[in-house]
């Protein structure tokens, strides 16, 4: 199948893509690092294991966040310019490919890369988080404290929110991709990198934006302008989770939060790409 064949090169190429493997490298070097936080912080008591786990978790996932919006960015940015720059689309669609596969090709392509890339640091952060908290766990029971022991039982080396949180960071830099995608069919490499960057700032910032929409302070206009750009900037506020991961907090069923999330996303990145095929339909190649 013509989208597949497209899908399947455009992954062999960003996995060969040197920056990629470096941000792939350092991030899973520094999660492995992480582990070195139990020399800071003690384990003495169950507030230590607590305040230890928790400061784990929350620079795993923001690393993975970091790491994601660059992966996604850098990676989608070329993926259209890339190819009329080096002249391979006047091959590509010299062939019976029709310019809707070519797009949703790129655009599979692009997530299967950003998928081996955040599942592998995922599955390195949810290790590192298991192995810290076994080892937490294995320190206070072996301890002479009596007390101590008793207040972790039940405590589970295993957190499943790690593994929501993993998913949270994949399907929010899915709709990035698709956003950047989009923006690839008219812009230029320079331009959709900085656009990227701000469409993932604006909507990381979406409870702000919808504030300002319903503020009496503000001008009709204006809060007209803000609600414009809550409805139409991803909210990618909804994928930030870390808080409610690690605290307690309204979020009463994760996995169902996440499922919530995980078809907001697909939607969001099906009518990008509807404008995407759009837009490149009308592009001159």
Partial sequence: MVIWAIAKTTFGDALRKKILQIFL?????????????????????????????????????????????????????????????????????????????????????????????????GLVFVAVVFLKAHGATQAISDSTDATLGTATV?????????????????????????????????????????????VYIVGVMA??????????????????VYKVIYCVVPNFDKFNVTNSLLHPDPITNMGVYTLNCFFYAVIYSLIMMILAILCFDRKEV
């Fill in 25 to 121: 490298a350092v991030t899973i070097g520094l999660i492995i690092l992480s582990l070195s936080f139990s020399q800071v912080l003690s384990f003495s008591s169950r507030a230590g294991v607590s305040s230890d786990l928790m400061l784990l978790k929350s620079f795993g996932l923001g690393l993975m966040a970091l790491a994601g919006l660059l992966i996604s960015v850098i990676l989608s940015t070329g993926l259209i310019p890339q190819e009329i720059e080096r002249r391979t689309i006047y091959t590509i669609l010299a062939k019976p490919v029709k310019r809707y596969e070519f797009i949703i090709g790129k655009f599979l392509g692009a997530i299967g890369t950003l998928a081996v890339c955040i599942g592998l640091m």
């Fill in 154 to 198: 039940g405590m589970s080396a295993f957190d499943p929110n790690t593994v929501y949180g993993v998913l949270m960071i994949f399907m929010q830099f899915m709709i990035l991709t698709s956003v950047v995608l989009f923006f690839s069919t008219f812009l230029t490499q320079t331009v959709n990198f900085f656009m990227g960057c701000g």
């Fill in 207 to 224: 409870t702000v934006t919808e504030t300002f929409g319903h503020s009496e302070a503000a001008s009709p206009l204006l809060r007209l």
